[in-house]
Nanobody, 124 residues
Framework: QVQLVESGGGLVQTGGSLRLSCAAS????????MAWFRQAPGKEREFVAT????????YYADSVKGRFTISRDNGNNTVYLQMNRLKPEDTAVYYC?????????????????WGQGTQVTVSS
């Protein structure tokens, strides 16, 4: 079992920044791929970013590429999402997800564990 707890969400103006954190516990965090997804009201959940188990490879959705950065600290069992130049369309509940594999994908169904989510609201 893996427990994931997100934090760092909030209200920010357009162009601002936020850093989300996801604290993991329960199994060997360093051997699992991690990802962030988001879900806006009335929309389906969408992939945001993923990072491989060792942290040396990342992949982003086109909508956030160049603005968001995913990173991880395996010593502290934490994954981060630094979000810069935020836009109103980034408003969503952001979820942290953990895979049982070392390399993740863009598909939510391939992640085994999910956090409860943290709300990010970007005002125009």
């Amino acid at each position: 079992q893996v427990q994931l707890v997100e934090s760092g969400g909030g209200l920010v103006q357009t162009g601002g920044s936020l850093r989300l954190s996801c604290a993991a516990s329960g199994r060997t965090f360093s051997s699992t791929a991690m990802a962030w997804f988001r879900q806006a009201p009335g929309k389906e959940r969408e992939f945001v970013a993923t990072i491989v188990w060792g942290g040396l490879s990342t992949y982003y959705a086109d909508s956030v590429k160049g603005r968001f950065t995913i990173s991880r600290d395996n010593g502290n069992n934490t994954v981060y999402l630094q979000m810069n130049r935020l836009k109103p369309e980034d408003t969503a509940v952001y979820y942290c997800a953990a895979s049982s594999k070392r390399v993740g994908t863009m598909k939510g169904r391939e992640y085994d564990y999910w956090g409860q989510g943290t709300q990010v609201t970007v005002s125009s």
